[in-house]
């Protein structure tokens, strides 16, 4: 059973800084795809960022230079820095593997002005 574990979230103040982490239960290299996305009040789910085959990294441009996507072993980290209010929402780790999806069970991250 694929499972994926996030962590990290919380309240910060505008400008402030939080790392969010997806840890995944298998090889990390298994997955095709392992990506955050995020879902405020009355939107849509969108896409952050995350790591695509090959091991290139993707980001919206929303949080390009802001935001930071890196692994360790089976984690992938969400490095967000200079937050601003419209970064609020759940963020979700999304992962694919042998065109099967999974989604972990969500983090809030609140920014506060």
């Known amino acids: 059973q694929v499972q994926l574990v996030e962590s990290g979230g919380g309240l910060v103040q505008v400008g402030g800084s939080l790392r969010l982490s997806c840890t995944v239960s298998?090889?990390?290299?298994?997955?095709?795809?392992v990506v955050w996305y995020r879902q405020a009040p009355g939107k849509q789910r969108e896409l952050v960022a995350g790591?695509?085959?090959?091991?290139t990294f993707i980001y919206d441009d929303s949080v390009k230079n802001r935001v930071f996507c890196y692994h360790a072993e089976n984690t992938v980290y969400l490095q967000m820095n200079n937050l601003k209010p419209e970064d609020t929402a759940v963020y979700y780790c999304?992962?694919?593997?042998?065109?099967?999806?999974?989604w972990g069970q969500g983090t809030q991250v609140t920014v506060s002005s």
């Open positions: 999304y992962a694919v593997l042998l065109s099967r999806t999974y």
């Open positions: 298998e090889y990390i290299f298994n997955f095709n795809r």
């Open positions: 790591i695509r085959p090959g091991g």
